[in-house]
């Protein structure tokens, strides 16, 4: 029997980055910022598998009054504490010059007290909060864009770029292992955090969706809330072998955009949270800026398709910070499919 192979060296994700700077494929501002958030991120996924021990779950607000954010809904504590971590992390780091998230009604420049950079940053701290509480996992997702060009105090309104402008996405998984699944336009990698040396390792080089698949995401409680080309869509899934599509389909639905777009990223799917009448007037439940544009990034770069049934994700031009959108995305042959029913039917 041949000698067993030397295993192929473990890489950091320091080294990844400096790699990709090297390669030009990251400034190095960029590349210090990413270090900061993953390392954010860090401390998020212990304050998540402390769990109840940490005295984190549950309801924010005090004195039996729920704290609603901006969405209208009721911040969870971890919510919160993930917000305050990344604000934290991220003020005083000088590659910022502002910050917007969804848990705060507008976006922040970064305080006076500190050097401003050139990049912002968007995140949704906590994604999944309604997971929290029944150990199931949930995430975090950020998006990198450019501050305008002689803009030193960025509003609202310098945020507002489609998603073919960032930089950069990514998201963290908290789930049976915490995951980093990052983006700087060249490929979508995965890394695993060490738990005993502290650091994401690299375990996935260039993720790739399949182009078809036989396994769909939606909540379909709101089947009948839906559009006609959604509901006509779904309906030839379900029909399976029987059907126009002549395949059997599965169904998943974790209910964290993290979690369930994780698995596509892994072995394909389509994910969707499509326009219902419930969440019309919004123009839907997901928000485009730090969900759907940052993981329309990611899917994208790992040879997927998005789109908002209509029009592709990141060429939406965003009107509002916490503007909503429908959306599709995964692997590419499906999200098509999806999309024909829409535009057949309009
Ligand atoms: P968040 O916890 O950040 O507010 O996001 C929740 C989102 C998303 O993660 C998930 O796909 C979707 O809400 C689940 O919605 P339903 O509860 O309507 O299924
Ligand atoms: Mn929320
Ligand atoms: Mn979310
Ligand atoms: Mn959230």
């Known amino acids: 029997p041949s000698l067993p192979q030397r295993p192929a060296p473990s890489v950091s994700l320091t080294q990844f980055l400096i790699e990709a700077q090297r390669a030009g494929h990251v400034s190095p501002d960029l ?19 402390k769990g109840a021990l940490g005295g984190v779950l549950g309801e924010a607000g005090s004195a039996g009054e729920a704290s609603i954010n901006i969405q209208g809904e009721a911040q969870k504590k971890l919510d919160v504490i993930a917000n305050d971590v990344l604000m934290e992390a991220n003020a005083w780091g000088g ?17 006076d007290v500190y050097p401003r950079g050139n990049y912002l940053l968007l995140f949704d701290p906590l994604d999944g909060s309604s ?4 150990n ?13 060009d002689g803009v030193t105090t960025p509003g ?39 738990r005993e040396i502290g650091g994401f390792v690299l375990t996935t080089r260039d993720m790739r969706i399949p182009d078809e698949t036989k396994e769909f995401a939606v909540n379909m409680s709101n089947q009948r809330f839906w559009e006609p080309p959604m509901q006509a869509y779904v309906g030839d899934l379900l029909a399976g072998t029987e059907g126009p599509r002549g395949k059997d389909f599965n169904m998943r639905w974790v209910a964290s955009m993290v979690a369930d777009v994780h698995r596509i990223l892994t072995r ?50 965003p009107t509002g910070l916490h503007q909503r959108v429908p959306v599709f995305m995964g692997s590419r042959r499906e999200v098509e499919t999806a999309v024909d029913y829409h535009l057949r039917h309009d």
């Open 31 to 49: 590349r210090l910022l990413i270090e900061v958030v993953a390392r954010a991120c860090k401390r998020i996924s212990i304050a998540v598998g």
């Open 95 to 111: 590659h910022l010059a502002g910050l917007a998230s969804e848990e705060m009604d507008h976006s922040q420049p970064i305080p």
């Open 131 to 134: 997971n929290i509480d029944v």
């Open 136 to 148: 199931i996992s949930v995430g975090t997702i950020f998006s990198v864009l450019r501050c305008p």
């Open 156 to 194: 609202d309104e310098h945020f507002l770029q489609p998603g073919t402008e960032q930089v950069c996405a990514g998201y963290t998984t908290y789930g049976p292992s915490t995951m980093l699944v990052l983006t700087v336009g060249h490929g979508t990698h995965a890394f695993t955090l060490d």
């Open 268 to 317: 394909g799917g389509i994910f969707s949270y499509p326009l219902d009448s419930k969440c019309a007037a919004k123009g839907g439940k997901l928000r485009l800026m730090y969900e759907a544009n940052p993981m329309s990034f990611l899917v994208e770069q790992a040879g997927g398709a998005s789109s908002t049934g209509r029009q592709r994700m990141l060429e939406v031009r």
